[in-house]
């Protein structure tokens, strides 16, 4: 069974860090890119980050570019998202997204909750 669970949102103060853990299950970790992305409600979903699968190519949106860093570990089948100065734009439901350009499959997380605010 294909699972990715984000875990390590939460409620932070503006300029606050957070780090966002995504743990796969059921796939071949290592053949996916791995993304981030967020939505909030009455919006569509936006690509925050993605890495591919080796980890040596990275990609941003300019809204994050500076203050997030995505990173994965192979070994363990996580993806990560490093949060530096958070703003309460930031404030989404993020989620993590698995594909591979082996295969059709798609894989999405449930989300975890991000909250920026004093």
């Known amino acids: 069974q294909v699972q990715l669970v984000e875990s390590g949102g939460g409620l932070v103060q503006p300029g606050g860090s957070l780090r966002l853990s995504c743990a796969a299950s059921?796939?071949?970790?290592?053949?996916?890119a791995m993304w981030w992305y967020r939505q909030a409600p009455g919006k569509e979903r936006e690509l925050v980050a993605?890495?591919?699968?080796?980890?040596?190519?990275?990609n941003y949106a300019e809204s994050v570019k500076g203050r997030f860093t995505i990173c994965r570990d192979n070994d363990k089948n996580t993806v990560y998202l490093q949060m530096n100065s958070l703003r309460p734009e930031d404030t989404d439901v993020y989620y993590c997204?698995?594909?591979?350009?082996?295969?059709?499959?798609?894989?999405w997380g449930q989300g975890t909750q991000v909250t920026v605010s004093s």
């Open positions: 059921g796939f071949t970790f290592s053949r996916y």
């Open positions: 993605g890495i591919t699968r080796g980890g040596g190519g990275k």
């Open positions: 997204k698995g594909s591979s350009g082996d295969s059709p499959a798609v894989y």
